[in-house]
């Protein structure tokens, strides 16, 4: 009895002091948001923009990009995450290098290494392959259009990406959508303007890796000054020791990240940047997905059974679907959805025809709509409600016309499993019976 109440004072304390910060957070919001779009407008217009100002941002991307560039660079992670024996040296690339004394660190242990490469993966700079080794590597055509642009056209697009496109998904984490700006703008608001961390105070903002990105990405662009650990003990990172708001950081987030409040789109947001800066002129676009023709070769697998299909690449999703579920002898009545990771590594879904909230359809989308390439896979479920996920992988793509017209099984392997678990039971009990007699 005694015991549970310093529990439940500690537990008063807590809800005292989550209550506090809220309200704290909603001032700070208020205090944004009251203030005139003039002012933070015209600071924008004459704000000067580098390589390195107002943040080392630009400078950055381009030094990974560097270091990126040539043969492409193997990794045996499934999600494309940069080697760990690559993350020192990348790190010292940067303008401020972070300190870290791990032994063998991920690259969550470097904040801006992470936003960095997200970054880069988002905006298509950096691609991956599959063959002949699972590598990444610089897209050279979009670099160098990349670096046609001026510093201010680089410092948006890259900005504009970690609003609207980046996603921990490109490296396996679980992610609500796409985009930074929420968590952007939560912990910038949650930041006083001039002190923002005090030992017990504060940090809890940057307790995640996911957190440390953010601060870090602030950092690069401008909007915050970060002031880091000095005194690194040995297998442990460098933490955030001050972070402090700064003028560019009031000015984006009352004209510019306002606008998000009312407009989701990336077109809309560049609008508004080129009524802010002079220099905004070009734009970078990632190249359009281009049809591919020819002829695929697909192994479709469920467990030990698999069934080798060849199909033309004009063959679309929702007539592929039909001809998986007969050559596995499953009925056709129920709902399907495929999955697939772009070239940014975000997983994308293709909805059945007959669903109508989604961005892709099976029945308009055909094979060589897919931007994959030989080695990759998709995964294919099917019946929502007692899900059977189908594996399939592209063994090759012939750039040569398909003389067939519809997919063809041309190899199988093993026995379909049964399409419905309470089968498994009806058989078993079936077999026990034939036993008692």
Known sequence: MFGAAPFHTASLKDESENNDRRMKVAKNIRSLFSQKTEPAEKFLRSLSITADQPGPIVSDANALLDFLDGPPTPTGNQNYVLPMKLLKEANQRMAEPLVNRMARPQLRSFPTLAGLYLLLRSMCLVTTQTKPKRAVFVDAELRGRFNDLNPTEQYIALLSAYLFRVSVSIIGYHSRGEGRYAEIASCYSQLDKVQTIRPGETSYLFESWEGKMDAAMLHEFGFVKLEMESDVKEG??????????????DAAYVALLNVLRWSSDEDDFY???????????????????????????????????????????ETDLHVFAYAILAAFNFNDEHLFLYEYRDRTGICRRILDGRLDDGEMFADETRLGDLPLESGESIAFDYDFGDTTRFSITIESISDQPSKRKKPEVTQCVGEPPLQYRWQEEYYDDEDDEDDDE
Not at 242 to 248: F, I, K
Not at 275 to 298: C, H, I, N
Not at 300 to 312: I, L, M, N, Q
């Open 236 to 249: 442990k990172s460098a933490g955030i020791e001050l972070a402090t708001r700064l003028p560019l950081g």
């Open 271 to 313: 609008e508004t940047c080129r009524t802010l800066f002079p220099d905004l002129k070009g734009r970078l676009s990632p190249p359009a997905a281009e049809f591919q023709p020819g002829e695929y070769t697909l192994n479709v697998s469920v467990g030990d059974c698999s069934r080798v299909f060849v199909a033309p690449a």
